[in-house]
């Protein structure tokens, strides 16, 4: 099974409007942790945010805030007012507690797209 | 910037040949990792180094081969290259690698293989 899922291809938004960025995760770990990399077209990874599998609140940073729902097992980016150099590629990415999981484990990504 | 450093940027090769990509980890950072980005595999992590000694190992081929000097910085060879193995190389860093950090990355290596 896939342990990150981005279902969205390509998305579209307004300048100025907010975009959830969707995200579900698999996982029989307890302690894990969440991020969210941006990738421009010229290629760097920017990391955007994090969240752990223990923190009650929802992360945020600027702009972005992600929408975690254990449950769930969603972890769903929100990009508020957005701008137009937010068209990038994002990914979601888990990394687990578990000693021979040291690495994070990828989404295939979602393109943004934002339109003036 | 986000302070990890890889050279070169671009790289051009036949198939057959061998490089060298390399990575210098943000300072005070000793967690290396390397990942190769690429059309129809995704992001998938390669080899992890910590403070010297590997420490994990994912899809790396028996072809790379890396490894991480006293001074911390990292080196991924790659040899008897492939058509395939065109991909765009990151080297990320963390401070002790904790689940829980961030893996900051470099600017990548974009290799291409003729």
């Known amino acids: 099974a896939q342990k990150i899922t981005q279902t969205q291809p390509g998305m579209f938004v307004q300048e100025k409007e907010a975009v959830t960025l969707d995200c579900t995760y698999d996982?029989?770990?307890?302690?894990?942790?969440l991020f969210w990399y941006k990738q421009p077209s010229s290629g760097e990874m920017i990391f955007l945010i994090y969240?752990?599998?223990?923190?009650?609140q929802n992360a945020t940073e600027g702009r972005y805030s992600l929408n975690f729902q254990k449950a769930r097992k969603s972890a769903n980016l929100v990009i508020s007012a957005s701008q137009l150099g937010d068209s990038a590629m994002y990914f979601c990415?888990?990394?687990?507690?578990?000693?021979?999981?040291?690495?994070?484990?990828f989404g295939t990504g979602t393109r943004l797209t934002v339109i003036p | 910037d986000s302070g990890v450093t890889q050279t070169p940027k671009h790289l051009i090769t036949a198939t057959g040949q061998r490089v060298t990509l390399r990575c210098s980890p943000r300072?005070?950072?000793?967690?290396v990792y390397w990942y190769q980005q690429s059309l129809d595999q995704g992001l998938q992590f390669l080899i992890q180094?910590?403070?010297?000694?590997?420490?994990a190992k994912g899809n790396i081929l028996e072809r790379f081969s890396a490894q991480q000097f006293p001074d911390l910085h990292s080196e991924l060879n790659l040899s008897s290259l492939e058509l395939g193995d065109s991909a765009l190389y990151f080297c990320?860093?963390?401070?002790?690698?904790?689940?829980?950090?961030?893996?900051?990355f470099g600017p990548g290596t974009r290799l291409l293989v003729l």
């Open positions: 990415a888990m990394r687990e507690k578990a000693p021979w999981a040291n690495n994070l484990f």
């Open positions: 990320a860093s963390s401070g002790g690698g904790a689940y829980q950090e961030t893996q900051y």
């Open positions: 996982t029989s770990d307890q302690s894990y942790g």
């Open positions: 969240q752990g599998s223990y923190d009650e």
């Open positions: 180094y910590y403070n010297g000694e590997e420490r």
């Open positions: 300072s005070g950072d000793l967690s």
